[in-house]
């Protein structure tokens, strides 16, 4: 299913800003030097009434987390594959990031002499992925996973791209219903629990996986809850999220929280597909330090205020932004919230420092930092092999040549070229199936990439793989088309920013024929200039009736755009990458390669 533009993504309860007041910072240090000379080491404490050394009060416990992995085996590339560092001096600079060769050899040296370690990440591991793992329906990224040795995850909402049948299946083990087994080998399954607390079948009306679990090391425990966001359905395709129900993540929390507490399980971390964004883009930014600007904003912000402080500690993700801050409790006492961005570019050490007396953690106590995954360490020598064993079965298939461009096809922007080549494409599919086809309209959460000129591999400078094109359009929505009227047609424009999409606007990418003027200096449905709206240069008539191209999901209602889900006259054609394909190759030679569209159909008033 389609992302929006950015990975987050507006919901219905109030969203806050939060400054970290000096109060709540001094926790870390003060209150934690406090705590007994041998409260961090874990190391034998006094001795027993039979000479026994008994185990020390406090023992530290190392969680290593991630989050929205997003099937990135291999580094990823440009912008994606970097992270930005806040330098003493205050000045930044870029580090080249990623990859699961390296997130290996990352975790396992930060495992060494830490004998009390788990590893937890908060969802979407897998969707949206790069060729490498969705090819194969990702079962490379949970083969990886295995050996990266991830204990626990929550779900994500790419997690039901294909719905709650393979999620199952990539828990479970077993061959893909249709495309079958990709090797002698049987596909076995995750070594490590999804956690799915707040999804419910609906006619059992219980969590279609375990919704929470218990990491146990000797006689320490600490409880996992995981959820996924509340507004999953609002950002998956409907047949993704067919037959479930997806209740509030703080409810859903602290009922698992009560349960835990019940069965002796004091220290509990909840695993939260949602998140925030902090003030600043750099990974080490501190938004719990003084004068750290605004912190921490978003929806998290609302969830860590209300999810109670049983839970001790908050790992999320889906924004893919960085950050490790603290968010007052209920209680109003600090607890540590953390993301690990995305990609496999960043890892979070967190120290939980857990009370033998009281099975609880020391909440006082807590650490927390993320670090890079830098690319100057040492391959992991099995996920190469791993990479090299999954490119061999997919180079075939990748390599293909499927068109050809002039020059680089970015996807950048409000209006970006490669929504709007995506969009010309999806006309022309559209037409080949009814000619009556009026106009096209992309998400532009659904381009996942732009298109370089420049050659990755042998294929030659300007020629377009199925690979590079599966990198734009990983989803495998269907092309639909539906009848509107005029009236709708407008009313569709209007709420790229109104309604969900009012502080977030999504705007949709257009075929050439379809222009309009957006006015971002108004507010509400004004800022969309309905006088300026023009089909093949006319006026839309509000009782004609018009024949609209989009991919399914936006097809179902998905990213706010209800009036999409309302259309008549349905007709599914094949998926939007085949769709792609065909009008690259039908529009595209190595003498005659596609110019790349000029942004210049939403003109932007600001």
Partial sequence: ????????????????????????????????????????????????????????????????????????????????????????????????????????????????????????????????????????????????????????????????????????????????????????????????????????????????????????????????????????????????????????????????????????????????????????????????????????????????????????????????????????????????????????????????????YTGDIARTAVKSANHVVTRTVAKAPDMTELITRWNTLAAPIGNRAIGHISGDVPNTGTESPMGDLIADAQLWYGKELDPETDLALMNPGGVRAGLTYAAKGSEGDGVVTYAEGFTVQPFSNTVNLQNFTGAQLVQILKEQVTGTNASAPKILQPSANLTYTLDLTKTGADRVVTDSIRLNGAAIDPTATYRVSTNSFLAGGGDGFPTLGQGTGDLVGTDDLTALEQYLTANSSATTPITPPVANRVTIVQ
């Fill in 1 to 356: 299913m389609p992302a929006t533009s950015q990975p987050y993504r507006g919901r219905r309860r109030r969203t806050y800003r939060l400054l970290a007041a000096a109060a709540t910072l001094a926790t870390t240090g003060a209150l934690a030097a406090a705590l007994p000379a041998d409260a961090h080491d874990g190391t034998p404490g006094k001795t027993g009434s039979h000479g026994k050394p008994q185990p020390s009060r406090y023992q530290d416990v190392q969680l290593l987390s991630f989050n929205d992995l997003h099937g990135n085996l291999e580094p990823p590339s440009g912008s994606s594959g970097r992270v930005t560092e806040t330098q003493a001096d205050g000045t930044t600079k870029t580090i080249d990031a990623g990859g699961v060769e390296y997130l290996a050899t990352h975790l396992r040296e930060a495992r060494k002499g830490n004998a009390y370690s788990v590893t937890a990440a908060g969802g979407d591991m897998v969707g949206a992925s790069p060729l490498i793992s969705g090819l194969f329906h990702d079962e490379p990224t949970i083969e990886a996973l295995n050996k990266l040795d991830l204990d626990v995850t929550s779900v994500g909402n790419h997690e039901f791209d294909e719905g709650a049948r393979e999620l199952g299946r990539l828990q479970n083990g077993g061959c893909h219903p249709t495309a079958g087994c990709y090797t002698d080998k049987k596909f076995e399954g995750a070594d490590f629990p999804y956690l799915a607390a707040n999804v419910l079948d609906e006619k059992t009306g219980k969590p279609i996986l375990k919704p929470y679990w218990v990491w146990k090391k000797k006689d320490v425990r600490i409880g996992f809850i995981g959820v996924t966001l509340e507004d999953t359905p609002g950002v998956v395709s409907a047949e993704g999220v067919k037959g479930l129900k997806f209740k509030d993540e703080v409810e859903t929390i602290n009922k698992y929280a009560k349960v835990l507490q019940k069965q002796g399980v004091k220290s509990i971390v909840a695993l939260i597909h949602e998140g925030g964004l902090p003030a600043s883009s750099s990974y080490n930014y501190n938004c719990d330090s003084p004068g750290a600007g605004d912190g921490i904003s978003g929806p998290i912000v609302d969830i860590a205020k209300n999810i109670t402080p049983q839970v001790d500690a908050l790992v999320t993700g889906h924004t893919h932004a960085a950050y490790a801050c603290t968010i007052p409790d209920p209680s109003g006492k600090p607890r540590t919230v953390t993301s690990a961005a995305s990609f496999g570019r960043l890892y979070t050490d967190t120290t939980l420092t857990y009370d033998r």
